[in-house]
């Protein structure tokens, strides 16, 4: 499976931006999906997962803020990012995890996105 990023830049304060991930390849073995990000000297983390049947989750600091979503048809996940905080700038990671297994198996190469105050 192969993941593609897309869509992050630079925004203001307050803004919005939406992140697009195309994937490829074995599409039948892939589960869940979802987005996390990595911040300067932070560890990377779960920014919010879509489940077949569209259940979704979200961390806290983005509850409200943002939307995952899936289009199964385009072979795309999107991630809807609204009033946008500087605290949000990191780098966007989009992910995959395989049937039957737990965690992210496949990534994409990742997307910049800077929220200047």
């Known amino acids: 499976v192969q993941l593609q990023a897309s869509g992050g830049g630079l925004v203001q304060d307050g803004g919005s931006l939406r992140l697009s991930c195309a994937y490829s390849?074995?599409?039948?073995?892939?589960?869940?999906t979802g987005w996390y990000r990595q911040a300067p000297e932070k560890q990377r983390e779960l920014v919010a997962r879509?489940?077949?049947?569209?259940?979704?989750n979200y961390a806290d600091s983005v509850e409200g803020r943002f939307t995952i979503s899936r289009d199964n048809a385009k072979n795309t996940m999107y991630l809807q990012m609204n009033s946008l905080k500087p605290e949000d700038t990191a780098v966007y990671y989009c992910?995959?995890?395989?049937?039957?297994?737990?965690?992210?198996?496949?990534w994409g190469q990742g997307t910049l996105v800077t929220v200047s105050s």
């Open positions: 879509i489940f077949p049947g569209s259940k979704t």
């Open positions: 390849g074995s599409i039948r073995s892939i589960d869940w």
């Open positions: 992910g995959a995890s395989r049937y039957g297994r737990s965690g992210i198996e496949f």
